[in-house]
T-cell receptor, first 111, second 116 residues
Framework: DAGVIQSPRHEVTEMGQEVTLRCKPISGHNSLFWYRQTMMRGLELLIYFNNNVPIDDSGMPEDRFSAKMPNASFSTLKIQPSEPRDSAVYFC?????????FGPGTRLTVT | SQKIEQNSEALNIQEGKTATLTCNYTNYSPAYLQWYRQDPGRGPVFLLLIRENEKEKRKERLKVTFDTTLKQSLFHITASQPADSATYLCALVRGVVGGSQGNLIFGKGTKLSVKP
């Protein structure tokens, strides 16, 4: 298996633009997680899905953030409009049992 | 709300020594606790899981302990090597939702540097 796949790996955009991050979980994993990592706040959970259904989105910072999981093999995290304070590394992870498997992350820079 | 503290932001040790990292939590005892390794520019990688009814778990040079009375987990790397240099994160499961395991809460991590 190729592991969790994220795209793009790097994204540089201007404030106010829409950003879409993509994730393909490991086949057969029924839970998917979106995290944001910064030096100040560490690794923060934004939202997680179980069997494609959002279970906990309490970590989504604002209405500017939205996430979807239309099927078991694909998820998106969208930021609209983006702001400089959204600059961070965004990780997607999937899980079947206890441990989570993380993707390589998307480094987002909003100028 | 549940909080996790990893006592040291950074830990520097000499090659061959045992590295000991600490993870403390508040409030309820989690069902289980996990440790991850993160290298620069990469996502965290799972290392070990220990359940609340287990006192100790080992994997090669790694050892994890879980003390629910102290609300603490210790992570040990014996005979440390420069290749062990990385950031180590502890994580607690938040709970069970709808019959399935809940999400993890991560500590901020301890950056370990092993000098040759």
């Amino acid at each position: 298996d190729a592991g969790v796949i994220q795209s793009p790996r790097h994204e540089v955009t201007e404030m106010g633009q829409e950003v879409t991050l993509r994730c393909k979980p490991i086949s057969g994993h029924n839970s998917l997680f979106w995290y944001r990592q910064t030096m100040m706040r560490g690794l923060e959970l934004l939202i997680y899905f179980n069997n494609n259904v959002p279970i906990d989105d309490s970590g989504m910072p604002e209405d500017r953030f939205s996430a979807k999981m239309p099927n078991a093999s694909f998820s998106t995290l969208k930021i609209q409009p983006s702001e400089p304070r959204d600059s961070a590394v965004y990780f997607c992870a999937s899980r079947s049992q206890g441990e989570q498997y993380f993707g390589p992350g998307t480094r987002l820079t909003v100028t | 709300s549940q909080k996790i503290e990893q006592n040291s932001e950074a830990l520097n040790i000499q090659e061959g020594k045992t590295a000991t990292l600490t993870c403390n939590y508040t409030n309820y005892s989690p069902a289980y606790l996990q440790w991850y390794r993160q290298d620069p520019g990469r996502g965290p990688v799972f290392l070990l899981l220990i359940r609340e009814n287990e006192k100790e778990k080992r994997k090669e040079r790694l050892k994890v302990t879980f003390d629910t009375t102290l609300k603490q987990s210790l992570f040990h790397i014996t005979a440390s090597q420069p290749a062990d240099s990385a950031t180590y994160l502890c994580a607690l499961v938040r709970g069970v939702v709808g019959g399935s395991q809940g999400n993890l809460i991560f500590g901020k991590g301890t950056k370990l540097s092993v000098k040759p």
